[in-house]
């Protein structure tokens, strides 16, 4: 059965369904020699290049990888920085005819939980408004916050690019001008939290991304490290967009052997460090 040529590239892990979609746009994927165009079906059997690069289709679809990162203060969500900035990529595992996709993004001030998956269609899934996926964050603000000021940020703000609210604001810790609050969020537009915040006058001093729809920061992952979820929890993420479930994949041999030691050369990084030129 032939599908579309950006659908069959998101499940190879190679891209996102829409970057997928803006590669073909640009003439950079061919199909049995020929330039694709958006709209285009493929089979797992033709040859599908991107740049002249072959990718590999025939098992796409059939295992999948998600990864929990608990991102330091000081990195960027993208895969090469023109500032030579640190990014999010650069301490993840490696993969092998697959990448990491990252779901949704962190300012580089904000730390906290991002996933990462090989599977596109379910990043783009996850990010979508339409999915309906909230994130919650953990605040620390600095000013004097009362009920009528939640009330407001609950019931929405006006902000430059349109309206934005919080579906949940709760109390959590601290005392004085310095307190902690969890918010939670149904999108992830740039620094939204910040915003909002700062529309009341309020100062926010740290933030951290603690959930991302089923999915909690887990406790025994330091800043600067990452953790590969279960089938359980993979599961959870799938149901949760309405996605047929995929099998984690498992690493036997000698890729299991790299793996082990990318997991064991992990180190804690409270905020990020410069690369090396």
């Not at 999915?215 to 929890?233: R, Y």
Request: with cysteine; hydrophobic share 35%; net charge positive.
């Amino acid at each position: 059965m032939n599908e579309r040529i950006q659908k069959l590239l998101s499940l190879t892990g190679v891209a996102s369904r829409r970057e997928a979609e803006r590669w073909i746009a640009d003439g950079r994927v061919t199909v049995n020699g020929e330039r694709a165009k958006l709209g285009d079906r493929a089979g797992r059997n033709d040859d599908i290049r991107v740049d002249g690069r072959a990718v590999s289709v025939e098992e796409a679809g059939v295992n999948t990888r998600v990864i929990a990162y608990n991102k330091p203060v000081g990195e960027v969500c993208t895969r090469d920085d023109p500032e030579g900035r640190p990014t999010v990529f650069d301490h993840l595992p490696k993969t092998k005819n697959e990448r990491w996709i990252n779901v949704g993004r962190l300012d580089i001030n904000t730390s906290g939980l991002l996933l990462f998956t090989t599977d596109g269609e379910l990043a783009n899934k996850l990010m979508h408004p339409s999915s309906g996926v909230d994130r919650e964050y953990a605040v620390r603000v600095r000013g004097d916050v009362d009920q009528d000021m939640i009330n407001r940020l609950k019931e929405g703000v006006l902000l430059e690019d349109g309206m934005a609210s919080f579906t949940d604001v709760r109390y959590f810790d601290g005392e004085g001008q310095n307190k902690w609050y969890h918010v939670v969020l149904m999108e992830g537009r740039n620094r939204e939290v910040r915003r909002l915040w700062e529309s009341q006058e309020i100062t926010v001093s740290r933030l951290k991304r603690v959930r991302y729809g089923c999915i909690f920061m887990p406790a025994n992952v330091p800043v600067g490290t990452w953790v590969e979820l279960g089938q359980k929890e993979v599961n959870d993420l799938y149901d949760l967009v309405d996605l047929r479930r995929r099998t984690v994949k498992k690493f036997v041999g000698k890729e299991k052997e790299q793996y082990l030691r990318q997991m064991r050369r992990q180190k804690v990084r409270q905020t990020a460090s410069r690369r090396k030129r």
